[in-house]
């Protein structure tokens, strides 16, 4: 039985509560609904007391999963949306993110963002805000783009005594699957190369992977080589082996699916142009979303999001075709 991205959190939640009694599970509506996006179906009912709803209030929950970890528990924050986690800012970047610099006392929490674009669902349910919790000494972001890193990154993130910002793409959620979980996993702040090439460097993260995989495969057809890197965590972000690809190939290509100004892609960029400028054949580039608001129109938001089309053409002119 195919295993999608979503089972892969749900199992990964379930494991983490029986192995673990501090751990438990706090959000809008992930009781006996099973949460927005069923991330918690069955979970309330298999661990009685320990899935519990929340108030409307991402503020209160940030703030109660900072006490908790304090005295011990290991929180899993659900919300519903990515884009609500502002409302408990403070309590993330000023609480959770200090905590331990200010104490010594750890603060082993994670908050889990359904981030990033769908169709249709506009500017307050599409934002990927990986590179605003990035920009926070002392939270740890991971950006799993498979079903097997989203598995084994999640149980990782429960093990670690740092908070954890979760960032689990909306759009994988059902788009893909795998055929088992894994058992064995890479560490958490290792990139990984996805794709082995010679001819140039993607650096890509959560859904725009799959773009990028995409591409490589039309080039492959055209005879060239890309090597794609997915970053899977972007904070810690995995720079070595970032630079090891681009001393393999001398051209750089980063996607996100962010907005372009700072963020993600601009972090990778400029790191490689200040501590491997001499292994580049060809200037840096980034690729990211139109520098407006997520529209709602299913054609608008295709436009405004780097796709396989849009990545290809990039590719294309970095090397020159």
């Known amino acids: 039985m195919s295993i999608t991205y ?30 927005a996006f069923k991330a918690t179906k ?47 800012f403070n309590q993330i970047v000023n609480q959770a993110a200090t905590l331990h610099w200010r104490t010594n006392v750890p603060c082993p929490m994670i908050v889990r963002l359904p981030c990033g674009g769908t169709s249709g669902s506009g500017p307050f ?40 910002i979760f960032c689990e793409h909306k759009y994988l959620y059902y788009h893909l699957k795998a055929e088992q979980l894994p058992t064995e996993a890479t560490p958490i702040g290792k990139a990984r190369i996805a794709r082995p090439g010679r001819d140039m460097t993607v650096v890509a993260y959560s ?9 490589a495969q039309e080039l492959a057809a055209e005879g060239t080589e890309i090597e794609v890197v997915d970053l899977r965590s972007v904070k810690p972000l995995d720079t070595d082996t970032v630079m090891a690809s681009v001393a393999r190939t001398g051209r750089l290509l980063c996607v996100g699916e962010a907005w372009p100004w700072g963020g993600v892609t601009a ?55």
Not at 207 to 215: F, P, Q
Not at 276 to 301: C, E, I, M, Q, S
């Open 6 to 35: 979503l089972d892969a959190i749900r199992e990964a939640q379930a494991r983490a509560l029986a192995e673990d009694p501090r751990v438990f599970i706090y959000g809008q509506d992930i009781g006996a609904f099973g949460g």
């Open 42 to 88: 069955g979970l309330a009912q298999r661990f009685p007391g320990r899935v519990l709803d929340s108030p409307i209030s991402e503020d209160a929950m940030i703030g109660m999963a900072v006490g908790a970890s304090v005295e011990g528990m290991r929180p899993i924050i659900e919300m519903q949306f990515a884009d609500f986690s502002t409302a408990g």
């Open 125 to 164: 349910h599409s934002q990927s805000l990986e590179t605003i919790y990035a920009h926070y000494p002392g939270l740890v972001v991971l950006t799993p783009a498979t079903v097997e890193d989203a598995y084994s990154m999640l149980l990782g993130a429960v093990a670690l005594d740092d908070p954890v």
């Open 207 to 215: 859904a725009m992977l799959h773009e990028a995989l995409a591409v």
């Open 267 to 321: 972090e990778v960029v400029a790191r490689v142009a200040s501590e491997g400028f001499g292994l580049l054949d060809a200037p840096p580039r980034r690729l990211n979303a139109k520098d407006t608001p997520v529209p709602y129109h299913p054609n608008l938001w295709a436009a405004h999001r780097p796709t396989a089309r849009s990545i290809a053409a990039a590719a294309r002119d970095l090397l020159g075709l």
